[in-house]
């Protein structure tokens, strides 16, 4: 049985996503047997990633629920900072959070949680150029390719993203 048979992660989509970021999280997931749902602002909408790669949402934030997922990946690119002014997608990493569930950001994701105030007091890792707003925001920065503290799961940039996907996989997987 894979390790993730029966888990369910939403990963947020929009205009400007780090195209590795959401690629390879989504697909490490669904190898493991994850059920992976995309959710964008708008349902069936195509989005572009940095490099033109297209990614159609299945959902969109109104229509999801933290309760119906076991986690939540936040792909950076410029991504982050569009979807962060969204009242909607911040209540639902402020649930993931209260739940306790896996919250994983890569490179300028961090930006989410930020926005959400789901970070103080966390240690966590994301693009050097926005370690001031982390650190501002109260959280413990470190510069490594991965730092999994409690339910938060970070890396800095695609680089990392095998280094994450192992962390990612752990995580949910409740072998951590």
């Known amino acids: ?48 990633g940095k490099n033109g790669y297209p ?35 911040l209540s639902l990493v402020r649930a993931f959070d209260a739940e306790k569930k896996v919250i994983a950001s890569i490179c300028h994701g961090p930006w ?15 693009t050097p150029g926005i370690k001031d707003d982390l650190v501002n925001a109260g959280a413990n920065w470190l510069d490594q390719e991965v730092v999994v503290d409690r339910h938060h799961l970070s890396s800095r940039r695609p680089s990392d993203l095998p280094a994450f996907g ?4 752990k995580l949910l997987a409740g072998s951590r």
């Open 1 to 48: 049985m894979k390790p993730l048979a029966n888990q369910r992660v939403l990963i947020f989509v929009g205009d400007d996503y780090e195209d590795l970021e959401l690629w390879y999280p989504k697909l490490r997931l669904e190898g493991a047997g994850a059920a992976v749902v995309l959710a964008g602002q708008k349902t069936g909408h195509e989005y572009r």
């Open 55 to 89: 990614c159609v949402s299945d959902k969109s934030v109104a229509e999801v629920r933290a309760a119906d997922f076991n986690g939540v990946v936040i792909p950076g690119g410029w991504m982050p900072d569009k979807l962060r002014r969204d009242a909607q997608v």
């Open 166 to 169: 192992e962390e990612l996989v």
């Open 112 to 126: 989410i949680n930020i926005s959400a105030g789901v970070v103080r007091g966390v240690t966590m890792t994301s």
